[in-house]
């Protein structure tokens, strides 16, 4: 279950990160359901960044993956074009990650938008590692 | 300006006071443009009132007062009927409100949901005073 | 037809009411279709009547009348409840005037917001007393 | 900050480019917060360019760059795609150019559409060479 102490936890290690890297992002984390459950804009982040970290953790919900692996469905060529547009938008790059629980189950996701795709991620993957169990 | 550490501040307070309460609630805080800074959704409080929460602030935002104050405009036989329709939908209940900069420039608003009308309130108050310049 | 020079005089003496009243509002010009033709928030209106000045005017466009005739109809005991969800929603109090062409053509509306219902109605007024065939 | 006297300013000196060129825009101007403070639809300008205008300077806005810079994200091939379906649609071509006061605050943008993406971009130009500080 995705419990306040978890989504600060994930939200903090996210935000040292970016400082490390000297970027300011949002950080956006989801419950299961795709709820919004905590979120933050680091001073400095664009205006436009917010909806994208929200969007990245709710594809990561929605398809139970990695963000980026929505786009190996409707990449040029790929089996399911125009899939991006399901579900009211969907992100398919880096950024969104599932967070699993021990046992597989989904409980929510993590979204990193305001740096690089690259950094992005790196972000997301610091946030992912401070949720415990 | 609404910061990442007035924000932070706010939301702290507010959820410390929540759980004074013993209830769960959605706090919220925008900056002066009505975009999310920080969010934090306390465990036990319903889906609902993730949008209530938003929307609180939104609507103390988008008309620099307190949230409760745009029903004086639009409860029957007020002059204003439907204005709640407006802006996507208000929140005209108590919950809502605006952050004022000693200048008294409006830098944002916080919003919280989840408990009754008045410890909602109750609750925003504490956030706000926590917001130091 | 709703002129860009119309639009410009109905607009520049709205916004000079306003000064006289010492009110700041937002002005919107619509043309018979209901799109936006020219938009002026003064400095110091809320946010919030941004959207508020637009729908006015709208309802006037999409009814043919003052947007606070469309009150009438919705209003309690009225017959046609909830008529005001229609349309995205309308804003069914004063401040959003139709323009009519000499021979009593629909060409477009405009609506004001910021003010009190009294002063916004007051500068529609003025400003479609300004538009000139 | 975004006056009312800079953004007449920026749609005055807009238009009379446009007029120069031969071709009908619309000019819109928003805020900082994304939130649209002065707007202009030229006689003659195509319906469907009202939306464009605005969206391109919400997109200059949000991602606090030229329109068009958008693209390089989410073009094929680059690291973020499907970009455009966030924020509600970005419009990520030239047309939108983001406003900045000389210390480098974004204090909004103008969005030009109507003529060719040139002409629009030429055009913005001119609107933004007549912000003055």
Redesign the interface.
Known sequence: MM??RR??DIVAAARARAAELGVAVNAAVLDG?G?????????GA???S???AI?KARTAVLFACRSEAV?EY???GAPAPAL??SNG??????GGLPVLAPDGTLIGALGISGG???QDLDIAKAGLAACTF
């Open positions: 419990t306040t989504a600060d359901g709820h919004l459950k905590t979120f933050c804009r680091m001073d664009v205006l436009g917010i909806d994208v969007r786009w409707c990449a040029p991006e547009l938008g969907l992100a398919p790059f880096a690089t795709v690259d």
